[in-house]
Structure formats: C-alpha cells, structure tokens
T-cell receptor, first 112, second 114 residues
Framework: GENVEQHPSTLSVQEGDSAVIKCTYS??????FPWYKQELGKGPQLIID?????GEKKDQRIAVTLNKTAKHFSLHITETQPEDSAVYFC???????????FGKGNQVVVIP | EAGVAQSPRYKIIEKRQSVAFWCNPI?????LYWYQQILGQGPKLLIQ????????DSQLPKDRFSAERLKGVDSTLKIQPAKLEDSAVYLC????????????FGPGTRLTVL
C-alpha cells in the first residue's frame, strides 16, 4: 500500500517568514495529494489539494508543488501568522479511491 | 451548514470494557468514514460506508471493533473488549460521494484505556 513520509516533524518560524513542509510517497500510481491542518482539539481540515496533472497550485498564502518524478510534494506557507500554528498532514491516494494514506504530521509553530 | 458531529468528546474506560462512539455526518453526505488517530500519527482509516453499506473495512480489527450505519445517516463505532493500545482519537468524516470528494472531519472522540 501507499506509504507517506513527512519532514521535518517540527518547524518553528518567525511570524512573517515562510514555512515549507515536504512529503514523499511510495506508490507511483497515486495521483491525488491533499493537505490537512489540524488545530488542538479539532479534526483535520482540508486546506489545499493537488492532482498529478498539475505541478503547482496556489490559494492566497498557501501553495502546493508536486514533483512526480521524485515522488514528493511540498506545502508552502508565506507570510506566516500566529493562526498558522497547527499540525499539518499530507496524504496521498489514487483519485477516486478515498482511502487516504496520511503522513505522521508536522507541528508548525509561528513565533510572534 | 452544520459540520460533522461526534459524541462523546472524551471517554475513559478500563481495559476489557466496551465503549461506543456516535457520529452524525453533514446532511446529504452519502459517504461516512471512521479513522483512528494515535498520538503523534496521522489518521488511519478503519471503515468506510456508502449509505448503509460497507465499502472498505480491510483495516478494521473485526475481532473487537464493529460499526454500523443502519439508516444510512448516523453511525456508531463500538470496541469490545478494549485494549490499552486502543487509546487514540476516533475521528468521523463524511463526504458527498465515495470518489474524490473532500472529506470533512468531526472533532473526534479521545479514548483513554486504563
């Protein structure tokens, strides 16, 4: 089955700086890659996703890039704010198959 | 629009006891999922329902876990008997359909087995 790894496990950034989280996946058939944000005491919330027919997708301060050859994808958060502090999970699956394989998560801490 | 509702939010039991969790998905969502999230890990799918039928339960420990969605709306996940390693957050999610639709998660139930 699909195996997803995330790096680094914890990331601290100064407010206003950028944060980048990278994930690698093992199954070259995977073609759908969502990112979820989980705040303390809450369930994960989808923040952005990308399919393998595009290399990059942006939504305001958040962007995701995908490198199919290397089998990795990254989340980029620009102009970080304290409310960006949370655990971020990447996931991968074959589009149409809703069994998401999640990574272990990255704790992002934005220092005011 | 109301989100996915789960209850209880917290539960503490002794090992070998039984426990049940309840989930009410977003109105109109045909697909419902139960995930187990162990501390420090990502969610792992336990079971997926499409209306009142099971689509995928390959990762459900069927000797102790059971789930039902009798009328195709709300769902119950049961553990009997519980083990120490069942301590985790149990997340319920729902989506409009089974293929490629965004999954919306509830707040979860934190289970502690002593």
């Amino acid at each position: 089955g699909e195996n997803v790894e995330q790096h680094p496990s914890t990331l601290s950034v100064q407010e206003g700086d950028s944060a980048v989280i990278k994930c690698t996946y093992s199954d070259s058939a995977s073609n759908y890659f969502p990112w979820y944000k989980q705040e303390l005491g809450k369930g994960p919330q989808l923040i952005i996703d990308i399919r393998s027919n595009v290399g990059e997708k942006k939504d305001q301060r958040i962007a995701v890039t995908l490198n199919k050859t290397a089998k990795h994808f990254s989340l980029h958060i620009t102009e970080t704010q304290p409310e960006d502090s949370a655990v971020y999970f990447c996931a991968a699956t074959l589009y149409g198959n809703n069994r998401l394989a999640f990574g272990k998560g990255n704790q992002v801490v934005v220092i005011p | 629009e109301a989100g996915v509702a789960q209850s209880p939010r917290y539960k503490i039991i002794e090992k070998r006891q039984s426990v049940a969790f309840w989930c009410n998905p977003i109105s109109g969502h045909a697909t419902l999922y139960w995930y187990q999230q162990i501390l420090g890990q990502g969610p792992k799918l336990l079971i997926q329902f499409q209306n009142n039928g099971v689509v995928d339960d390959s990762q459900l420990p069927k000797d102790r876990f059971s789930a039902e969605r009798l009328k195709g709306v709300d769902s119950t996940l049961k553990i009997q008997p519980a083990k120490l390693e069942d301590s985790a957050v149990y997340l319920c999610a729902s989506s409009v359909g089974p293929s490629g639709d965004t999954q919306y998660f509830g707040p979860g139930t934190r289970l502690t087995v002593l």
